[in-house]
């Protein structure tokens, strides 16, 4: 049995038609269409994929997914409330739905850490966190780090270090070095790197990003500084 099927990853073009081959009641190849096919498929490009079930009823109205519900927390300070769909994460809530875009969105597994915040004041993988779970807590983001007063001694000395190349796990390294300072004011360069083990680099080789955390914690013991 053959039809043709109108949408290719999820984009509805007038070319997205491709032809497909039922194979058994479980299986289905799809073929590219013959005319007007995406540049980038060759004809003998095939995808197989799981039909569904026949008969298959449509998912009751509570069970379709965006539902929106009122995330209310505390971040950096602020109550803050947005209206986010249920399945969000909490980094997707400080991004999408409240505009803090410091944190940052990489791997979405919890591997690179670039999306670490404070949760209570312990470094948290906030885009495998579901939102609901940050609820009476307390968050702090790395828009959260400075004040009037000036940077923390941590970002000043990540720009005098050259700590900082590309920016992307910037801001998870910067929160994970303040609650390690914040629990061990005179860390070891040992134990820097073991605070920093969930925080993935692949610009600066991390010699940079180690000098500037001691350099912070010199300026921390010794009071100088915005938050120290």
């Not at 026949?54 to 009122?70: A, L, T």
């Not at 505009?99 to 850490?113: A, F, V």
Request: with cysteine; glycine share 10%.
């Amino acid at each position: 049995m053959s039809l043709h099927y109108g949408v290719w990853g999820g984009y509805p073009e007038p070319w997205n038609v491709f032809n497909i081959t039922v194979l058994d009641r479980d299986w289905a190849t799809v073929f590219a269409g013959d005319s007007a096919r995406p540049p980038c498929l060759s004809p003998l490009v095939t995808a197989k994929f799981r039909l569904p079930p026949p008969n298959r009823k449509p998912e009751p109205e509570s069970h379709v997914p965006h539902q929106i519900r009122v995330a209310r927390l505390t971040v950096n300070g602020d109550a803050r409330a947005a209206g986010v769909p249920v399945h969000y994460t909490l980094l997707e809530t400080l991004r999408y739905g409240l505009g803090l875009t410091g944190s940052k969105q990489g791997c979405d597994k919890g591997d690179c850490g670039a999306c670490t915040v404070l949760v209570d004041g312990r470094p948290t993988l906030s885009c495998i966190l579901p939102v609901w779970e940050a609820e009476g807590c307390e968050v702090l983001t790395v828009e959260g780090l400075a004040s009037a007063a000036g940077p923390h001694p941590l970002q000043d000395e990540f720009d005098l270090k050259g700590a900082a190349q590309c920016g992307f796990c910037t801001p998870g390294i910067l929160c994970s070095a303040v609650a390690l300072l914040s629990e061990n004011p005179a860390p070891s360069r040992t134990d820097i790197q073991e605070a920093l083990a969930g925080n993935l680099c692949r610009c600066t080789g991390y010699t940079k990003i180690l000098d500037a955390i001691e350099a912070a914690a010199i300026r921390v013991r010794e009071g100088v500084g915005n938050g120290a």
